[in-house]
């Protein structure tokens, strides 16, 4: 089938916009404030209309494949290739970057947060953009590391000057932990290049991600290569997820950074982790992944419980959202630890649902904070209903579908994370997956335990005198407008969730074939 | 024979320019002596032709095989006459505001250039000598220039006295060498060490321990780098930059040409005291970076780490001679980027330095504001240095890192004791944006207007950094094209 020059460039305009916005951002005196965000406002949306175009021109019975792609040369002399695409399972990622990064920059019409510098806040969350989205789309080992690096040094800056008291600190962890975990990762890239594929012809290397995966798949690899290099990618992934024990940047990062660079981090970045596993180091190192499968979830099991006991200990409000999501990627490398279909589906559908719920908790804690000044729940000292009503309401919805109700977005991919580790792929050992499945279970209570119990201290009983003087605005139009789609999308995808479920479906099934052959 | 004139053009015009600027200096009246940097320029320019002029002329070899233009030889001239330029045009408001003979030090700055553009033509062992000489000796001069500065006398007199030491080091080796192959050609020592058996084989290999002690010294690595902190620190800034650019590339230049052709039958020798010898340089660069608060001193301890990166291809030689070119087109591509970043690190903190002359960290403070594209620049630089993206020096690392794994035993283990490296580094390389973008500086100041020609320096290396990022093919390409040369 040949592509018409729309579906070659598509990727590729769609991707590189908000960099290019940022180009502009930058010849803009800053005087001109207004500009400047209406600027990245016009930008992202007209990024995020690229991304619904190819979502619609999408065909989503070849989901399985990958379509609109471009692969030209890039790096001659390795070998290293620009080659784009997108597929079932890079389809609804690569759509709720555009998605979230229009919300942000609408959140940040109304609102930078000091000390200001517009510009420079601006130009840099849409470099973040661009980072975040090429990951889904990058099928060249070079460039697929380019664009995961990319999002490093802006998240950096984000934190360190827009944060809140402790940012430098929280912004030189998150920076160190991840570079960390990535350089071994890189090598491990690097292994695969020597070790893997050679084209006939030329009898040069590739780090072409489809070919390494066929070679890969097809039992290319030894299997004491597939051990040391699953570890050293695994090990890149695993920080970013961040799996426990290598969780510990996660907190810091997410409660000192500003509301976008949260709703960011957690809405999109974790998922560039969870991604890696499902699109590389699984199908590329099946030997790898079937070993490494029950320490993985363990891991995930652990990091469940583990998350919610550390989320009831929370005093930080905003702290507390941040260690949840430990919990609910924990779920969501559970799914992948099962190596089954299901499970995968669930990993998936579990870090869309995530991104959209726990973006919108981060948009609601900021804005908490922007009228009590204060993150503390004692301090808040709850009566938010009487105070807020939307708000307050709008709080209990999302925190309800975080802590998994049935019919809300957050349900699904908790539930089918821990169906498939009732009967994990028939290599893995059931009796101990049945024990993650229990280990899960248990920490679904915790979950709504910890979010209820939130909801208590915050929302309900008297409010303190104090802030009834002060009084306060109940939700903004701004609000309503960045809030909207991610409420909505929390109620639909809770209903239909064969909307993901059907795109990824095609896609998974090949991963999964190809690492149980 | 008659003399390829063509060939040495480009050392003819750099030594007519270090005349020229000799003579004009004692016309030049005293509230004019900054004109030297020009025809000093115009020169360095003029010889940047010459080398244009040999591209694509293939390979010229003059003095019976001493001196051969090929591929690495104009790659690496047309590189130190960028390096030059660089050089030229952020010591010129430096030097004449800061009360410098200013004829003199432009006479030795050119002199020493002479110098890097002789060595990578250079293909035997006497050339080499001299090329070497001729970087270091005006180096001394130029590293205690500050002379009223105490610290200055104390950099340059060290400077001096292990360079001296060395050298002799390392002219004993080579005389040991030519007594041993009665050859000083490269090529012809190469098939003159094989031969060798018994003891005569363990003198030669004592002999190029001593050879490697000379340039060891000129590229800082342990445990010869002592000199390099204090020598940055008293030196004047831009000297610095010389030092940490183009003298460190020019060992490196002779480096390469001496393991890779001349000692490469012996690598299986000296290959684990490289290994050796790049991890100790990166690790005490590194921790001790961490510690430092004046930025040419922590430019001084990042360029010894560096200097292990740069080491690193070298412990991977062995008898696979593909794997070998590989090796030297990685280090090659890795000088060349390393270069573009530290030039332009150097010059940002040369007009810093106008400003708050003590260079500590914390005088960066608030330059986001002062001097936003000054911040800027110096950010990308930082971040260069440190090898992450979006900037060239990713492609840097990228590419040894390449080697390493590719060349199996070792190299994989190497290339995992360099990422933990680059890990670290990131922690003193971020002091720097840190200082300039988080924190404010302690009294207001106002805008201030960034020297022009230091400008276009900290612009263009922006530009280069940012460019070789988005298509580092030309960067290898030209890493390719020196690795042929010698295979």
Known sequence: MTETTWQQWAITITTFLPIAGAIVVLFVPKEQDRMIRGLGVVTTALAFCGAIAIAIGFDYDRSGELQFVKDVSWIPVIGARYHVGIDGISMPLFVLTFLLGLLCAIYTWRYVPPPGRTKAFVALTLLLITGMAGTFIAFDLILFFVFWELVLVPMYFLIGVWGSANRQYASIKFFLYTLFGSVFMLLGFLALYFSGPTDPVTGKHTFDLLQITTFGAGGGFTHTFQLIVFGAIALGFAVKVPMWPFHTWLPDAHTEAPTIGSVLLAGIMLKMGTYGFVRIALPVLPEGAVAYAPWIGALAAIAIVYAALACLAQKDLKRLIAFSSVGHMGFVMLGIATLTTIGIQAAIFGMVAHGVITGMLFFLVGSIYDRYHTREISEIGGGMSELMPKMAGIFAFVAIASLGLPGLAGFIGEFMSLLSSFSPAAVLNVGLYRTFMVVGGIGTILTAGYFLWMLQRVNQGEAPLKWKEHGFRDILAVEWVSWLPLLTLTLLLGIVPSIILETTKNGVDLIVHQVLG | ?487
């Open chain 2, 1 to 487: 024979m008659p003399i390829d004139h063509h060939a040495l053009l480009p050392v003819e015009i750099v030594s007519a320019t270090i005349l020229l600027v000799l003579v004009v200096d004692l016309f030049l009246p005293a509230r004019a002596k900054e004109a030297s940097m020009w025809v000093g320029l115009v020169g360095i320019l003029a010889a940047l032709g010459a080398v244009v002029s040999l591209i694509g002329g293939g390979e010229r070899t003059v003095f019976g095989g001493a001196y051969v233009v090929d591929a690495f030889t104009l790659i690496f001239q047309g590189f130190f006459l960028a390096t030059a330029v660089a050089v030229l045009l952020i010591s010129y408001r430096y030097l004449r505001d800061g009360g410098f003979y200013q004829g003199e030090y432009y006479f030795l700055l050119l002199t020493s250039f002479l110098g890097c553009v002789l060595m990578p033509a250079s293909r035997n062992l006497l050339m080499l000598f001299l090329a070497l000489e001729l970087v270091s000796a005006p180096g001394f001069l130029m590293a205690a220039f500050r002379k009223s500065d105490i610290k200055g006398n104390e950099g340059g007199l060290k400077f001096f006295i292990i360079g001296v030491l060395s050298t002799a080091v390392m002219l004993y080796g080579m005389s040991l060498i030519y007594g041993l192959t009665s050859s000083l050609e490269l090529h012809a020592i190469a098939n003159g060490l094989s031969t060798l058996q018994g003891p005569h084989e363990t003198l030669a290999k004592v002999a190029i321990l001593f050879v490697v002690v000379g340039f060891a010294f000129k590229v800082s690595a342990v445990p010869f780098q002592f000199w390099a902190p204090d020598t940055y620190e008293g030196a004047p800034v831009p000297v610095a930059a010389f030092l940490g650019v183009a003298s460190s590339a020019a060992g490196f230049a002779g480096l390469l040409q001496l393991m890779f052709v001349a000692f490469v039958g012996q690598a299986s020798f000296w290959a684990p005291i490289f290994a050796v010898l790049s991890v100790l340089t990166m690790t005490l660069g590194n921790l001790v970076a961490l510690r430092q608060r004046q930025t040419v001193r922590l430019l001084a301890y990042s360029g010894i780490a560096q200097s292990g990166y740069i080491l690193l291809p070298f412990a991977l030689v062995s008898a696979d001679a593909a794997v070998n070119q590989r090796a030297f087109q990685a280090t090659v591509s890795y000088i060349l980027i390393y270069a573009v970043m530290n030039i332009g690190a150097f010059a940002v903190a040369t007009a810093v330095a106008e400003r708050r002359p003590s260079l500590q960290i914390e005088d960066f403070a608030g330059l986001a504001r002062i001097s936003p594209l000054l911040a800027i620049a110096m950010t990308a630089f930082m971040v260069s240095l440190a090898g992450v993206p979006p900037t060239g020096g990713f492609w840097g690392k990228l590419a040894i890192f390449a080697v390493a794994i590719e060349r199996g035993g070792v190299g994989p283990w190497l290339a995992a004791v360099m990422v933990v490296n680059s890990v670290i580094s990131v922690a003193y390389y971020f002091s720097i944006p840190r200082a300039m973008i988080f924190d404010e500086a302690d009294e207001d100041e106002a805008r201030v207007a960034t020297p022009a020609l230091i400008g276009v320096v900290a612009g263009l290396a922006l530009l280069a950094v940012v460019a070789i990022f988005i298509l580092p093919n030309a960067i290898y390409r030209l890493g390719e094209l020196s690795a042929l040369a010698f295979g």
